[in-house]
């Protein structure tokens, strides 16, 4: 795929300006990617130029991330999963590949339960039904709406990227970026986390599904994925070695290469 071959443009989307990225034709066969708490689509910047010509491929900033608005929050998963359906209804989408990654995976997995018919195949990276405790995220959103995003992002880098990853300084980059991400979006992203609970819709899936987990994830570690492909009839479960919990910014070669077999094991791109 040709990463300069794109085009950006906004989207209204339950009355909030949403900022939408799509490379390769209309008519195309579509992937669409949603990223994780604090990214942006700049997180499949590495991962784009790997995949294969002939697909659509559909990113979008979540509300209150990225280049997207920023209406104040909390955000209910319902209202984030009501989102990414205005979206495809909005491009006239069905039948897509969906690829989720962290709180984009947790929208997947309910806009699957949701609109089985906009969804052809799933792929649910680094994510889990349920991603921690409600204390746990209560705890956490406390401590960042006191100290910031900046002052929580070491913590994350280690949670977020493995060791060596971060020794050579790869993470740098998305540090600073992260760093610079809007306080407002990041509470209310993480609000939606908190209270959601997957586990009886997920399991009720009945889809081609890739489950990818980073060995060294310490968001989402790979027995919780593994508990959650367990759940989905003939998931596929694939681990990374030397991943954290953004496998898209440390290995996103061996990341495309996941993505692309699964396209050709589900014919997608026959379609």
């Known amino acids: ?73 909390p955000y209910s998963m319902g209202m984030l999963i009501r989102d990414a359906e205005a979206l495809l209804d909005e491009l006239g989408l069905s039948e897509v590949m969906f690829l989720g990654l962290s709180l984009g995976g947790m929208v997947a997995q309910g806009l699957a339960a949701k609109r089985l018919d906009l969804i052809r195949a799933l792929i649910l990276s680094n994510t889990a039904t349920k991603i921690g405790t409600r204390e746990m995220w209560q705890s956490r959103i406390a401590t960042i709406a006191k100290g910031g995003v900046a002052a929580a992002a070491p913590a994350l880098m280690e949670r977020w990227f493995t060791r060596a990853f971060r020794a050579k300084g790869g993470h740098t980059a998305f ?68 991943a954290g919990h953004l496998p898209p910014i440390e290995a996103p070669e061996d990341y495309a290469a996941l993505i692309t077999d699964f396209i050709a094991a589900t014919g997608h791109l026959s379609t």
Not at 15 to 23: A, D, I, L, P, S
Not at 39 to 46: E, I, V
Request: aromatic share 6%.
């Open 175 to 242: 540090e600073e970026d992260l760093k610079n991400v809007s306080l407002t979006g990041y509470l209310a992203g993480a609000e939606a986390i908190s209270g959601s609970d997957f586990y009886t819709t997920t399991a009720a899936l009945r889809l081609q599904t890739l489950v990818i987990a980073g060995a060294e994830d310490g968001s989402t570690p790979p027995d919780l994925m593994r508990e959650m492909a367990d759940l989905i009839h003939g998931a596929r479960f694939e681990l990374m070695r030397n």
């Open 1 to 73: 795929m040709n990463a300069k071959d794109n085009t950006a443009f906004d989207l209204t989307l339950n009355g909030v300006r949403h900022h939408v990225e799509r490379w390769g034709s209309d008519q195309a066969p579509a992937l669409v990617l949603c990223h994780g708490l604090g990214c942006s689509t700049r997180l499949w910047d590495g991962v784009i130029p790997h995949l294969p010509e002939g697909l659509q491929i559909i990113a979008y900033d979540m509300r209150g991330h990225g280049q997207s608005d920023i209406p104040d929050g």
